[in-house]
């Protein structure tokens, strides 16, 4: 399966700053990455889809002006959290879909903790 | 309004008895259904995926089970280990899209 990795895995920033959460998948290339948030001890939402070479697909709710998505190669999807502020604070983790059509295992990083102060 | 519960948001067992863990859902047909592990400050992990046609899968110790009429999986560990103490997530795909929505999850609790 695929190894996906982030970084960084744990960032502390001042409100009002932007953060830039890297996720990289190391041995398959994804033309498709996914973007979950999790605050404590909550489930995974789901925020974006995140689409090499064009733009993201945000789900209902997620300030696309907010969380800037990036996915510039087949290996890498960067998120920025703009403008960052306490409520953001959370648990981000990518994810990157097995080699089938659908509803494939799904490979998850290990999850960036960001705390705004 | 679209639902994916799982009913007990905590569940301790003793060692070597079997673990069982449901996942309800309302207002989805879903094509697929899948279960994670999540240890703390962890991604989760793949464990099974169980497709609307099939009815049971397994897998080592674990077993899931799919009723697409009661709208219900249930998630079976047997001859439970203290290491299987963690949180377990079970996730829709709607779509077959790969875009997972994912239940409240259960924290799972081996008692040596």
């Known amino acids: 399966g695929a190894v996906v990795s982030q970084h960084p895995s744990w960032v502390i920033c001042k409100s009002g700053t932007s953060v830039k959460i890297e996720c990289r998948s190391l041995d398959f290339q994804a033309t498709t990455m996914f973007w979950y948030r999790q605050f404590p001890k909550q489930s995974l939402m789901l925020m974006a889809t995140s689409n090499e070479g064009s733009k993201a697909t945000y789900e209902q709710g997620v300030e696309k002006d907010k969380f800037l998505i990036n996915h510039a190669s087949l290996t890498l999807s960067t998120l920025t959290v703009t403008s960052a502020h306490p409520e953001d604070s959370s648990f981000y983790i990518c994810?990157?879909?097995?080699?089938?059509?659908?509803?494939?295992?799904?490979?998850f990083g290990p999850g960036t903790r960001l705390t705004v102060l | 309004s679209q639902k994916i519960e799982q009913n007990s948001e905590a569940l301790n067992i003793q060692e070597g008895k079997t673990a069982t863990l449901t996942c309800n859902y309302t207002?989805?047909?879903?094509?697929?259904l899948q279960w994670y592990r999540q240890d703390p400050g962890r991604g989760p992990v793949f464990l099974l995926l169980?497709?609307?046609?099939?009815k049971e899968k397994r897998k080592e110790r674990l077993k899931v089970t799919f009723d697409t009429t009661l709208k219900q999986s249930l998630f079976h560990i047997t001859a439970s280990q203290p290491a299987d103490s963690a949180t377990y997530l079970c996730?829709?795909?709607?779509?077959?899209?790969?875009?997972?929505?994912f239940g409240t999850g259960t924290r799972l609790t081996v008692i040596p």
């Open positions: 994810s990157v879909p097995g080699a089938g059509q659908g509803g494939d295992e799904q490979f």
């Open positions: 207002n989805y047909s879903p094509a697929y």
């Open positions: 996730a829709l795909d709607p779509h077959g899209a790969n875009n997972l929505f």
């Open positions: 169980i497709r609307e046609n099939e």
